[in-house]
């Protein structure tokens, strides 16, 4: 599966927002915007405006793929209800950011890598797919060996950032289990995403 290995401070600045968790804050030094004396603000299109929501919606969930995306809305206008939640549904319970949402990884980055290296149990059983969806009632764990991994360790100390209600957690047993499909207002993004806009892209562009 395909893995953004590109400046990911860039993207955290454009967007002004730390999306990717990042100890050492991107903006610190550089607030302003990426480009020669700070991006030139203009004026966007309707076009412009939907396809910068899809970006931020991107990179808050690990730079995931323009493909990946379209598969998870194309699921999320098949389900009843409103697609707009349904899509940013899927992409919370994606089994690497449930990783990063429990603390087991410092960044989406860093769960991500966790995943995909084989040391994510889900009820028990190993799987390396982070697009995995998690349903509720399932429990995600480390596997036992993995759990002696000082990354692993040392994020899972780190109480800096809030666990959301949705999920429960077990500290030494390093396991969380989905208690309940997470709502849109439960949701902590690391900035303001439009959506149902981002939904109007992908019906016109998919």
Request: with cysteine; aromatic share 6%.
């Amino acid at each position: 599966m395909a893995r953004y290995r590109g400046p990911k401070n860039r993207i955290a600045r454009r967007f002004g927002a730390n999306i990717f968790g990042r100890l050492r804050s991107p903006l610190l030094h550089k607030s302003n915007p990426p480009g020669q004396h700070g991006a030139k603000r203009r004026k966007k299109s309707d076009f412009g405006v939907q396809l910068e929501e899809k970006q931020k919606l991107r990179a808050v969930y690990g730079m995931i793929t323009h493909k990946q995306l379209v598969t998870a809305y194309k699921n999320a206008v098949k389900k009843p209800g409103n697609a707009a939640h349904n899509l940013l549904e899927a992409l919370e319970c994606r089994l690497d950011n449930v990783i990063y949402r429990l603390r087991f990884a410092s960044t989406i980055f860093a769960a991500q890598q966790l995943v995909s290296h084989g040391h994510v149990l889900v009820n028990g059983k190993k799987v390396d797919r982070r697009g995995f969806v998690v349903r509720p009632g399932m429990e995600i764990s480390i596997k036992e060996k993995s759990q002696k991994i000082k990354a692993i360790q040392l994020s899972a100390e780190n109480t800096a950032r809030d666990i959301p209600e949705y999920f429960s957690l077990s500290e030494s047993k390093m396991s969380g289990k989905l208690e309940s499909s997470p709502q849109p207002d439960q949701i902590p993004l690391s900035l303001p995403i439009n959506v149902p806009l981002v939904c109007e892209f992908l019906a016109h562009t998919s």
